[in-house]
């Protein structure tokens, strides 16, 4: 038996030594890394700040000489056929774009992940090597052929022609997001009384989200910013995106170019890009990660 005044210590599993407290010796290795970053994100950052803060500003030459305000956005705003008539062209058309991407890129990584059929390999090739034509080369024969089927100058075509040029990344991308599920998950659908499709939607579609988030963002971004596809496939001013707009209102006044104006449209260009990456920004990274690991 113990005595009295012995005193029992009790050591368990979960008993952890005290974290060590960040030396000065860390502190200088974390320093450079620290530096380097801060660095990277003035360099890329400043810009963007620059043109918010100017399109505000007082400047002589532009709507906005006199204190601080919004007069280089109302000019914008009374640009030709108005800015929401532009801001809606640009949503439609990246609508569109994001939602024939993300379907047909899904269906195809899908079947390219899961299925083994003659010519696989070579077809999958064949849809990554559209990435080695010139974007600007395809343009030409693709306005005549949206003529001949009634989509030329429409908003409708230039979305169809965006998804052309994003479905080769978009489908390796979704391929990759498939390969990383294990194949059990399918079989355990299966033997539950799943069929193909309604595994897919149940079980497959849920665990592919962050890959669908990283196609669907990078989709958007690329339509919404897009130039040269709207100024070759788009004639009519009423049917420009904003993109386009914004370019025709440099020089609208005997080429004189407004630069309040013209830092306006990059500001409200700029707004649903940042606003969308920041709420999707862990999903995003997450697809990319997935494609890192497995590819």
Known sequence: MLAPTE????????????????????LLRALPYGIFTTALAV???????????????????????????VGNYATLAEFQAGIWVYLGNSFVVSGLTVVLTLVISFFGGFAFARFSFPGKNALFLTTLAILMVPYATLLIPLYVILNALGLGNTTVGVALVLTMFQLPFSTFM??????????????????DGCS???????????????????VGLFAFLTAWNDFIAPLILIS???RMTLPLAVANLRGQTMGVIDYGATLAGVTVLAVPCVLLFLALQRHYVQGFMSGAFKG
């Open 7 to 26: 005193t029992r210590v009790l050591v368990t599993g979960t008993d952890r030594p005290p974290r060590a407290k960040p030396t000065a010796a860390r």
């Open 43 to 69: 360099v890329f950052l400043y810009p963007l700040v620059w043109a918010v803060v100017s399109s505000f500003a007082p400047r002589a030459g532009t709507s906005q000489t006199d204190g601080w305000g």
């Open 174 to 191: 979704m391929r990759i997001s498939f390969e990383s599920i294990p194949r059990e998950l399918d079989e355990a659908a299966h033997v």
């Open 196 to 214: 193909t499709f309604s595994a897919l939607w149940r079980v497959l579609l849920p665990a592919t989200k962050p890959g669908l988030i990283t």
């Open 236 to 238: 009519d001013t009423n």
